[in-house]
């Protein structure tokens, strides 16, 4: 695993949780940086992306809500989670997403839980 991902948590409905990715300098710098997430006996789904130059996309679901950022200098991605909802909670995976020839690599997956 080379990409470190923070710890998550419990929060209730409404509440905010930001989590926060570590990766390796030559991946982060060439790579588009992301997270997606996956419910209990459901596929991971993309969540948010951002670019090597800052260009961000989200999912529908979380439009408005969150907001994905990096810091280049420390060679992290952040995702802010505001106004989360029940169905919201899943393990949440950082992911890389070389621009070159390359697998994708994964953060160990931290886990969400929005109460209700």
């Known amino acids: 695993v080379q990409l470190q991902a923070s710890r998550g948590g419990l929060v209730q409905a409404g509440g905010s949780l930001r989590l926060s990715c570590a990766a390796p300098?030559?991946?982060?710098?060439?790579?588009?940086m992301g997270w997606y997430r996956q419910g209990p006996g459901k596929q991971r789904n993309f969540v948010a992306k951002?670019?090597?130059?800052?260009?961000?996309n989200y999912a529908a679901s979380v439009t408005g809500r969150f907001t994905i950022s990096k810091d280049n200098a420390k060679n992290m991605v952040y995702l802010q989670m505001n106004s989360l909802k029940p169905e919201d909670t899943s393990v949440y995976y950082c992911?890389?997403?070389?621009?070159?020839?390359?697998?994708?690599?994964w953060g160990q997956g931290t886990q969400v839980t929005v109460s209700s």
């Open positions: 992911n890389a997403d070389p621009i070159g020839p390359g697998g994708d690599s």
């Open positions: 300098r030559n991946i982060f710098s060439t790579s588009v």
């Open positions: 951002i670019t090597t130059e800052g260009a961000t």
